[in-house]
């Protein structure tokens, strides 16, 4: 069968659905990556296509830099966001009204500025030329489920992270069926009604939440959602790059991992407080190697680093994590899911941006690492708590607790007769 991957332009969202797509291609299926041209991450199509894959690019770097200029550039507190905390019984609201906004870069209202084509409709374009069986869709690119619908192909979402669309239907659904206090118009529907009515497709809840969801979430941390859920191993992948000289052989002390994911820049800057330079001062004296990525700009910022302090760019942590014995991280899904597959404890200084927070919460839970308030952290703590993820030895069995739950979930490979038994139950 014919599968189309369509994925929101960033390396956070491509890299989790890389394993699935050679399984796929590995079984015999043929396999296309669709997607809009980097924002954020300005290689995200060359990263397509250095993992082995097609890719097919659908422009709209116009649109989605406006949309997502709030969220890149905003400070403070109050700044939008898509983070969505179960807890927090307003924060599901502040996510759709963001998410709405994302959402139109993908079809303008008004036809797009300058006569450039929408994303939507390059996809529908290809989508009907190449005819896939199968569309598995980013929950941010709700775009893929049109297409599918379009083309009479079978679709699902693959999640890159916990399921907060997911969970923001369901608390839309509950607020629209009190008749006292619900709005009478789906609040998604200004902007998905037109898209719709365009194709000439009705609106079914599987426009946004698919056929069927595709959750490489560990089952302990997903949402009590009445969703088909199709529980995938979440395999670490980062990129492809050559091996350090310097990691050919185990350290002969200890090796802690900070790094700061693809939103490093916020972490590292005010948005967070994060004492970096402090931070490393006061580690000098310790007796481990800290591996800390840093841009050009922020290794001008720490200044002189310490001698057991080793700076870099990039390095994949699937290169780093199998001889570390610690990763100080923002709590991004991908950062969290290489840790467990190299069992390695973790402190979370959790980054608001989607599942962060729930994320740092979890792993204290599983006793796999300690958490922080990136709002209220301070030095001396993150001494003492980097000291004790280092010679706590609870901390590497809730590690192993956290690894033995990920290979419980069925590998890639062993997923693939689901996906074409389940094709075939719903292809138009």
């Not at 209202?109 to 009907?128: C, H, N, S, T, W």
């Not at 893929?144 to 239907?169: E, K, Q, S, T, W």
């Not at 700076?311 to 290489?338: E, K, N, R, W």
């Amino acid at each position: 069968m014919r599968v189309l991957f369509t994925i929101f332009p960033t390396s956070a969202h491509l890299y989790p659905a890389i394993p699935l797509a050679w399984a796929l291609q590995s079984a015999g299926h043929e396999v296309v990556v669709a997607s809009p041209e980097g924002v954020v991450d300005p290689k995200v199509i060359a990263n397509i296509t250095s993992a082995g894959l097609t890719a097919v690019s659908l422009g709209g770097k116009e649109e989605l830099t406006a949309s997502l200029g709030p969220l890149i550039s905003a400070a403070g507190p109050d700044r939008p966001t898509l983070a969505l905390d179960p807890d927090d019984e307003n924060a599901w609201r502040t996510a759709r009204a963001v998410l709405a906004g994302m959402f139109q870069a993908y079809y303008p209202p008004p036809p797009a500025e300058g006569g450039r084509r929408p994303i939507l409709d390059a996809l529908v374009e290809f989508a009907e030329a190449w005819r896939p069986d199968l569309v598995l869709w980013d929950p941010l690119a709700p775009t893929g489920a049109v297409a599918a619908r379009v083309c009479g192909a079978a679709h699902a979402r693959l999640l890159f992270g916990m399921d907060n669309i997911g969970l923001i239907r369901a608390r839309t659904r509950q607020e629209r069926a009190d008749p006292a206090s619900g709005p009478a118009e789906d609040p998604w529907m200004p902007w998905l009604g037109p898209v719709l009515e365009r194709y000439g497709l009705d609106f079914t809840e599987e426009t946004l939440v698919g056929q069927w969801t595709l959750d490489l979430t560990q089952s302990r941390m997903r949402h009590p959602l009445d969703l088909t859920y199709v529980p995938v191993r979440r395999i670490p992948y980062n990129g492809a790059a050559t091996l350090p000289q310097w990691l050919h052989a185990r350290p002969e002390r200890p090796r802690a991992v900070l790094t700061l994911g693809v939103s490093r820049r916020l972490l590292a800057g005010r948005h967070s407080g994060f004492p970096m330079r402090e931070f490393f001062d006061s580690v000098s004296g310790l007796d481990l190697e800290l591996v800390a990525t840093l841009n050009s700009e922020q290794l001008s910022a720490v200044g002189t680093l310490p001698d057991n302090v080793r700076a870099m760019d990039y390095v994949p942590l699937t290169q780093v994590l199998p001889t570390s014995s610690a990763i100080i991280h923002h709590g991004g899904g991908g950062t969290f899911a290489t840790a467990v597959a190299f069992k390695v404890p973790q402190f979370v200084v959790p980054l608001p941006m989607w599942d962060e927070m729930v994320t740092a919460r979890y792993v204290v839970s599983r006793g796999a690492g300690l958490a922080a308030d990136p709002a209220a952290i301070d030095v001396d703590s993150l001494h003492k708590d980097l000291v004790r993820l280092l010679e706590d030895p609870s901390f590497q069995l809730g590690a192993r607790g956290l690894y033995e739950d990920m290979l419980a979930a069925p590998a890639p490979k062993d997923v693939i007769p689901v996906l074409e038994r389940l094709t075939a139950e719903h292809r138009g």
